[in-house]
């Protein structure tokens, strides 16, 4: 990519970094180097579009506008002439508000003053599209700007399985030093003992003698549960609903079936309809290069901020209404009948979150002034005429209840004289300097009223394949899931509906701006808000925690929807005694509810609310899923992150633990290879303390019977090969192939996730199980060897065992026994599992007679020569190991019959369960009986 180029004079040189002041020129595709104000664009009205998907994850082209008296600076000769201060706010990191103001100087005495606002805002990130270039004067840079402010810095991740090795080796190094501490007290204790610090043996006259648990889930939306392609899918026209494709000749007015049911609206509505979906948006249209033979409305690419608008465009176009761009102020639109008509654009009612609508003023060819708004049903029914509202709301409802997303249409006609008023209100609130948002609401409120209801739309945003299932796979499995979107509410919610994070009986739970803003001071509604939430939640559930879960079933579910000013609001409340515990009593609420929507959520606020759920009290292990560069601050921010390989890019999974193509192997990575490796590494940290426990025991009760002198009770070549060769293979091969449940299993059955909740392999209780039986084992080994070894012979020739054959006895029963310990614990079975197991055992005793059986000529003593060969030719010496053996296997056999034994009787008890109770826990988002009724419906 070309750098940047940044004005100075009348130079245009070419930098890397721009400082506050500079005028950049940004060409087509290049990226934004700092947060610029945009001055002046190659088109005439000085517009320019960008894609913001390293920000905010969407993907689509959003308009921006320059200042208006310097539209026509396109030039560097120009710009060069330009005079002009900008005053700005402090730098702050919300990426959907910014308020400044430009002071332009001209030859008059007085600067013309003009406000600046987030639509006049270039982002640092954000990508130009469609534009061949613009002018921009840089207002922040470096880390002032809005993305550095956004930006994450890496964290130190440790898993549960990290901390618990932690806990375990300061417990076993305190064990160790005891061991020392007291062998070393006692040993000069004994040599204070007269004749008891003599050495046992002359040196000279000596002869030779024979080591993935996760609880929350946070996850973006547009790209990772969602495919961000919205379609097209149903309307309904004055009650009457329409699906299905329509003939060309005659568009709505005709469909290619019988309608036992439904009649149909009349002809000039229809085309009301689909006139109003294709005037009342933003969508910008790019032309492509003309192909021949081809008609002009099909080399038409829409671009716009939302998805949505395009969806409807798209709809209209499919039913004859084409949208064909805007020409001077004019939008044109191609009828079924292959005419341009031609609406001049008067005004734009910009859709907010508030309002939750949007409109436009137009006028057509004979002078008619007409008003075309769309919304939800809820900002759109209050402000039509009552009795239009009835069938229309029964067909918004149903679709909502299929997980579409609907959006209601109205007009009305407006008066010459009533439009003059209308114009002269508009301009003034949008020249105010001071309180301009709440002077042009007003201003809107006042225009969308006493309108006409026409219809309402369907569009499906089309989720990723099997997004829902692994939704419900996840609640199944004991995961809390949150949604964190910089997307609008409405649109958020109705994805959670249609992944099924939210069900149709989830009772909803709002802390946004339209709620909090019902009240003149919003500390004070939140604070009420928080209250009223907690108090019906703690009302709801019980205090226990493990029976939470439970009560999920049992009890209404609750969901919580927050967006990012509420969040703001929690995050920095004022000190005082009234609003300084707003965010425990967030946390609360959170705990509380079955699903948590977060939308309108700068990257910054993603990685504040990962970090204040991984501050819990319990410190539950947080996973983080994305696909864009806005997600990187809350992947880096938990402890597991993962990205998707999506369309926006690779930053997400250059920065994550594990990358995936698509949202639904998150169900087969975190239920069947997390529980495995969990159980795999689990296992691992206990059995490599089991087994050295079990090693170094016998060697800490023997300094009891030799004087505390540290006489070692194995050869020193056994020393060094326990955990090199003898028992490292087994565990290795353990912990990389065991699957002690089926993948299949794992994956159709999520509750067995929750089996390994709350990191309960390494709990204290497993903890101490491991280590009472080693100690148990150990304590078998020395003094099961020692009472054997008080027969004054043991040999057929009744010559006398010395010190070496009884540590090599002892060392034998371990070594057997650590090694068949896994084998019991090993339910998966493979050519790799019984070659290291059985191999390990031949390799020892391989080594055994090998290492005794020649006379090294690099060692100064021979003191293992012969000696394993000699005690196994004893028979009483292979009864005694095997009887040891036994016996410290036997607390492990008793307790895996006693499981199976449970288990059989469990899945009996499952199964009468099952066959008695039909009814499920959590009901589908589209019940049958809605989808039947639902069918019933024109066919276009």
């Not at 991740?157 to 020392?180: C, D, G, M, P, Q």
Request: proline share 3%; net charge neutral; with cysteine.
């Amino acid at each position: 990519m070309v750098p940047n180029k940044l004005l100075e004079n009348d130079l245009i040189e070419k930098k890397f970094f721009s400082n506050v002041g500079d005028v950049v020129e940004v060409q087509a595709d290049e990226t934004f180097p700092c947060d610029l104000i945009l001055l002046s664009s190659c088109t005439i009205d000085g517009t320019c579009y960008v894609t913001t998907a390293s920000l905010d994850g969407e993907s689509n082209c959003k308009t921006h506008y320059a200042v208006r008296d310097t539209i026509e600076l396109c030039t560097a000769e120009s710009i060069d002439t330009l005079r002009a201060a900008i005053e700005c706010e402090q730098p702050q990191p919300d990426l959907y508000k910014f308020v400044g103001r430009i002071n332009i100087y001209s030859n008059s005495l007085e600067a013309v003053a003009r406000s600046l606002g987030p639509e006049n805002l270039l982002l640092k990130g954000a990508t130009l599209k469609n534009t061949k270039k613009i002018y921009g004067v840089a207002v922040y840079t470096g880390m002032e700007t809005k993305m550095a402010l956004n930006y994450q810095g890496k964290s130190q991740k440790r898993s549960a399985v990290e901390k618990s090795i932690n806990a375990f080796l300061i417990v076993y190094l305190f064990i160790l030093l005891t061991k020392a501490a007291v062998c070393t007290t006692l040993k000069y204790v004994w040599q204070s003992t007269p004749y008891n610090d003599e050495p046992w043996y002359n040196q000279k006259t000596q002869k030779e003698r024979e080591t993935l648990k996760v609880d929350y889930v946070f996850t973006d939306k547009t790209g990772t549960l969602t495919e961000n392609s919205m379609e097209f899918i149903e309307c309904c026209i004055d009650g009457h609903k329409y699906k299905g494709v329509t003939q060309e000749a005659d568009g709505l007015s005709q469909t290619d079936g019988p309608l036992p049911y439904f009649d149909k609206a009349d002809k000039n509505r229809e085309e009301l309809f689909l006139r109003a979906l294709c005037l009342c948006h933003t969508v910008e249209i790019k032309t492509n290069d003309a192909v021949d033979g081809a008609t002009e409305s099909a080399e038409l690419t829409y671009m716009s901020s939302s998805p949505d608008e395009i969806a409807l465009v798209k709809g209209a176009k499919k039913y004859g209404f084409t949208f064909v761009g805007i020409r001077n102020g004019h939008m044109r639109v191609e009828n079924q009948r292959k005419e341009i008509e031609e609406y001049e654009l008067l005004h734009t009612l910009n859709f907010d979150s508030v309002r939750r609508r949007m409109s436009v003023i137009v006028k057509t060819q004979s002078g008619d002034i007409l008003l075309f708004c769309k919304g939800a049903d809820s900002a759109v029914f209050p402000r039509v005429q009552n009795h239009e509202i009835e069938l229309t709301k029964a067909h918004v409802e149903r679709n909502a209840m299929d997980g579409y997303r609907t959006l209601c249409v109205a007009f009305k006609e407006i008066a010459p004289d009533d439009y003059e008023k209308i114009n002269r209100q508009l301009i003034e609130a949008k020249m105010a300097l001071q309180d301009r948002e709440e002077k042009m609401e007003k201003v809107f409120d006042d225009i969308e009223t006493n309108m006409n209801l026409i219809g309402a739309t369907a569009v499906e945003d089309k989720l990723q394949d099997q997004a829902a299932e692994t939704i419900e796979a996840l609640h199944a499995a004991g995961l809390k899931v949150w949604v964190l979107t910089g997307d609008k509410m409405e649109t958020a919610k109705s994805t959670c509906y249609a992944c099924r994070l939210f069900q149709t009986s989830t009772e909803l739970l709002e802390l946004t701006t339209k709620t909090i803003e019902e009240s003149e001071r919003k500390e004070d509604r939140l604070h009420e808000l928080l209250i009223e939430y907690r108090k019906k939640l703690l009302h709801e559930f019980p205090k226990s925690t493990r029976s939470l879960k439970k009560a999920w079933t049992e009890h209404q579910e609750y969901g919580l929807i927050i967006d990012g000013s509420t969040l703001s609001l929690i995050l920095n409340s004022s000190q005082d005694s009234g609003s300084n515990n707003y965010k425990s009593i967030f946390l609360q609420i959170c705990m509380k509810c079955t699903a948590v929507l977060c939308c309108r959520m700068a990257p910054l606020q993603k990685a504040q609310i990962v970090r204040m759920v991984k501050n819990l009290k319990g410190s539950p292990i947080t996973l983080s899923i994305g696909d864009g560069a806005n997600d990187v601050s809350m992947i880096l921010e938990s402890h597991v992150g993962i990205g998707i390989k999506g369309k926006e890019g690779r930053q997400a999974a250059r920065n994550s633990d594990y990358s995936v193509p698509k949202f639904k192997h998150l169900k087969k990575l975190l239920l069947a290879h997390g529980h495995l490796y969990y159980v795999r590494i689990a296992h691992l940290v206990q059995y490599f303390f089991y087994k050295n426990l079990c090693f170094i025991l016998p060697q800490f009760l023997y300094q009891f019977f030799c004087g505390f002198s540290q006489q070692p009770l194995y050869d020193a070549a056994y020393l060094t090969m326990y955990n090199i060769c003898f028992t490292s293979l087994p565990i290795l091969a353990y912990s990389l192939l065991e699957q002690h449940i089926n993948i299949d299993t794992l994956t159709s059955d999520p509750r067995l996730y929750m089996k390994i909740s709350g990191n309960a392999m390494l709990q204290l209780g497993p903890f101490l199980y491991w280590t009472f039986l080693a100690a148990f084992e150990g304590t078998v080994f020395f003094f099961g060897t020692y009472f054997l070894f008080q027969t004054s012979s043991l040999e057929e020739n009744a010559k006398v065992y010395g010190n070496w054959t009884f540590g090599t006895i002892v060392f034998t029963v371990l070594v057997f026994t650590v090694t068949l310990k896994l084998a019991l614990d090993t339910r998966f079975w493979t050519w790799i599992n019984h070659f290291v197991i059985w191999g390990s055992l031949a390799f020892y005793v391989f080594f055994s007679f090998f290492w005794g059986g020649i006379i090294w000529p690099f060692l100064k003593q021979q003191r293992m020569y012969f000696v394993f060969a000699q005690m196994l030719s004893s028979v009483s010496t292979w009864l005694a190991i095997v009887l040891l053996i036994f016996i410290s296997l036997f607390p492990e056999i008793l307790l895996i019959v006693l499981k199976n034994v449970r288990r059989r009787s469990a899945r009996r008890n499952l199964s009468c369960k099952k066959a008695s109770d039909s009814l499920s826990t959590r009901p589908s988002v589209r019940p049958l009986l809605l989808r039947t009724f639902s069918d019933e419906s024109n066919i276009l």
